[in-house]
């Protein structure tokens, strides 16, 4: 019998006294170690071949889908990020930037709301299906703005184990909703994660994004709208995150959200991580963080992990230059 675990404890599986250990050395005494980051701004990238996804996702598999953080608590295992005491990797300073997002065509049909018990569907917010090492997982996802109109933003852990394969069968399905598919089963054309996350699995870097094949000869963007994002922002904002949380007390059939204020992570400093009150569990990962409090907002992060079998905080990654930089290269594509 497999046990479901939240997204706090399938991020960090360790030992109570590994735990321990960890809350232990957060006092202000350690001496924080400096970390020059010498992979810089590059991003990783993996052209997909997956023709059949949309099919290969019956109901059936679906439902049966793993939360996908847990390939966040093999990453962070495998490579030994809890390197207490040091501090998060210097990026290179980059000015504020926001990029406007899309409004969906008018043609797009409507969904129906009557069924949902919680959030109401939004077009660009979707559930994402992929394949890692034999296993089907879930995650969130967020249409965003681009040239090509047709990129994803989602949780690194939710692209590629960090490191090792990239996902495949990878689909993303906009205003799902009680199995329903509204507006399409997306296929990825492309993944990309910044070299941080693909090479290491570091946490400070914890976002991807994919790009999707057009759909009955459409672009994502213009049938469900993207939002705009920014990079480089203050610390500290109000926002409102949403995904589809699917462990207990969670289904992960409809729609949640989060809001609150930021904080910095008193735990890992060095992740350079910010969480709000949330109780969001595992499928949630790498729903979109709206910054003010609606959809309509700029996005600045995504859902990344949480601490404890009851964990009130969800984390992000601060968006700065270098998944900036990964963003500008998908978005190009």
């Not at 109901?59 to 966040?72: H, I």
């Not at 559930?127 to 703005?145: E, P, Q, R």
Request: aromatic share 10%; glycine share 10%.
């Amino acid at each position: 019998m497999t046990k479901t675990k939240t997204l706090a404890t399938s991020l960090l599986s360790l030992s109570a006294a590994a735990i321990l250990a960890l809350v232990g050395t957060t006092s202000a005494n350690a001496a924080p170690v400096k970390d020059i980051d010498s992979s810089g701004a590059a991003v990783s990238s993996h052209v997909t071949q997956d023709a059949g996804a949309a099919d290969y996702w019956t109901p059936e598999r679906m439902k049966s889908a793993k939360n996908g953080d847990v390939l966040a608590a093999k990453a962070l295992q495998r490579t030994g990020l809890l390197n207490l005491g040091k501090a998060p990797v210097t990026e290179a300073p980059g000015a504020v930037t926001s990029i406007e997002g899309q409004q969906a065509s008018t043609d797009s049909k409507a969904i129906n709301l009557k069924v949902n018990q919680s959030e109401s569907p939004v077009k660009h917010i979707g559930k994402i299906f992929f394949t890692l090492g034999g296993s089907n997982y879930v995650c969130s996802g967020n249409s965003v703005t681009a040239a090509n109109k047709s990129t994803v933003s989602t949780a690194g852990h939710c692209v590629n184990e960090g490191p090792g394969a990239y996902a495949t069968n990878f689909v993303f399905v906009p205003a799902y909703l009680n199995g329903s598919a509204p507006y399409g089963k997306w296929t990825a054309k492309a993944l990309y994660s910044p070299t941080q996350w693909a090479s290491s699995g570091n946490m400070q870097y914890d976002t991807a994004f994919a790009v999707v094949n057009t759909l009955n000869g459409q672009k994502l963007a213009d049938v469900v709208g993207s939002s705009g994002v920014q990079f480089n922002a203050a610390r500290g904002l109000s926002y409102k995150s949403f995904g589809y949380p699917a462990a207990p007390p969670f289904n992960g059939e409809s729609l949640k959200s989060c809001s609150g204020t930021a904080t910095n992570d008193p735990y890992n400093p060095q992740f350079n991580t910010q969480g709000i009150p949330c109780n969001m569990t595992g499928g949630s990962s790498g729903g979109p963080w709206f910054i003010g409090n609606s959809s309509s907002g700029y996005q600045n992060s995504v859902n990344s992990y949480g601490y404890g079998s009851n964990s009130t905080t969800m984390y992000g990654p601060y968006w700065g230059s270098v998944i900036q930089s990964t963003y500008t290269t998908a978005a190009a594509s």
